[in-house]
């Protein structure tokens, strides 16, 4: 069995819709997906409601595929993890 990654989805903006609005609108189409409320539940790891529209759902890359295809979707993109290469710098004040 596939290993559930975490994805990104990035729906229609629903202008004036409450957050409350929007997370049940998250949870709708992941339980449509799923099969259940539970499941849904169970995967929604974030709802974005403030700047964008979206959330964050524990999802295989076949899940995500369908998801693609749901009406409102714009995106669904693997989230990722970027490390920074190099050491970091601590500054200390030169002192004379």
Do not use: C, D, W
């Not at 729906?11 to 609108?25: F, I, N, Y």
């Amino acid at each position: 069995m596939e290993e559930a990654k975490v994805y990104i989805v990035y729906m229609e903006r629903q202008e004036r819709a409450s957050p409350e609005t929007l997370e049940s609108s998250h949870l709708q189409i992941l339980t449509s997906l799923l099969g259940s409320e539970e499941a849904a539940m169970a995967a929604l790891l974030y709802s974005y409601k403030t700047t964008v529209n979206g959330f964050s759902a524990k999802l295989t890359s076949a899940q995500a595929e369908e998801l693609r295809g749901k009406p409102g979707v714009l995106q669904v993109t693997e989230s990722q993890t970027f490390q920074l290469q190099g050491e970091t710098a601590t500054t200390k004040p030169n002192v004379m």
